[in-house]
């Protein structure tokens, strides 16, 4: 790879075999830092500032940071979507003090729960234009009682917004356009690696020809 190349981003490569070490190189680095970050403020603090969805979540910051689904608004709003919902439904069921079904078990109320907590994420995050996938997986740590006291889901949202801070942080300082809240309208799929679907479909808009005026006459 050039220096040149490498000073345009990665964003300007298109994926091949000989270019997919270094189109993974970001995200392996990135990701193992920011989380390991996360991990090492967790054992200072004894709180659990890393969980599941987190992964997710890191994986398109620093793969996709050029997609709305990954812009700091969808990431924190969307996450914050999913823990409301997921002590909405422990709430609901009666759930707030029992164990995470991965111990006592799964019963109806359990799977009520569940449900009705992924349900209601999905939709709002749809209804509120605010779609993060990775919320779906915090709306069941929260639902299925792995993180189900108000202390933890608040510690919870603020790994996210660390993460956040630190995808901004690395995104930037790598030449990567990262937005400061959303991403804005009409903006390119881009970062560090454009899909090959997102490359596909940007040739043929490119080589597609103008449509011809409709009403006029021969």
Same mark, same amino acid.
Request: net charge positive; glycine share 16%; proline share 7%.
């Given at each position: 790879?050039?220096s040149?190349?490498?000073?345009?981003?990665?964003?300007?490569?298109?994926?091949?075999r000989?270019?997919?070490?270094?189109l993974?190189l970001w995200?392996?680095?990135?990701?193992?830092?920011s989380?390991? =970050?996360l991990?090492?403020?967790a054992?200072?603090?004894?709180?659990p500032f890393?969980?599941p @969805?987190l &992964?997710? %979540? !890191?994986f $398109?910051?620093?793969h996709?940071p050029?997609?709305?689904d990954?812009?700091?608004?969808?990431?924190i709003l969307?996450h914050?979507?999913g823990?409301m919902?997921?002590?909405l439904a422990?709430?609901l069921?009666?759930?707030?003090?029992a164990?995470p =079904?991965?111990i006592?078990?799964?019963t109806a109320?359990?799977?009520?729960?569940?449900?009705? @907590?992924? &349900?209601? %994420? !999905?939709? $709002?995050?749809?209804?509120l234009?605010v779609?993060h996938?990775?919320?779906?997986?915090t709306?069941?740590?929260?639902s299925?009682g792995?993180?189900?006291k108000p202390g933890q889901?608040?510690?919870?949202?603020?790994?996210?917004?660390?993460?956040v801070?630190?995808?901004?942080i690395?995104?930037?300082l790598?030449?990567?356009?990262y937005?400061?809240w959303?991403?804005p309208?009409?903006?390119?799929?881009?970062g560090?690696?454009a899909?090959a679907g997102?490359l596909?479909?940007?040739r043929s808009?490119?080589?597609?020809p103008?449509?011809?005026?409709?009403?006029?006459?021969?």
């Open positions: 790879m050039t040149q190349g490498i000073r345009n981003g990665f964003g300007k490569w298109r994926p091949s000989e270019s997919r070490l270094m993974g995200p392996l680095v990135a990701g193992f830092a989380i390991g =970050a991990g090492c403020l054992i200072v603090t004894d709180q890393v969980f @969805s &992964g997710p %979540t !890191a $398109l910051i620093f996709r050029g997609v709305r990954a812009s700091p608004r969808n990431t969307g914050l979507i823990a919902c997921g002590y422990l709430v069921f009666g759930l707030t003090n164990g =079904a991965v006592v078990g799964f109320a359990r799977t009520g729960a569940a449900a009705l @907590s992924l &349900g209601l %994420t !999905a939709g $709002l995050m749809i209804w234009g779609a996938p990775p919320a779906g997986a709306t069941l740590i929260i299925l792995v993180m189900a889901v608040a510690v919870l949202m603020m790994g996210v917004v660390l993460l801070g630190l995808g901004m690395a995104n930037r790598a030449g990567f356009a937005p400061l959303d991403q309208a009409g903006a390119q799929p881009g560090p690696i899909s997102d596909a479909a940007s808009r490119s080589t597609e103008d449509s011809p005026a409709t009403g006029s006459m021969p």
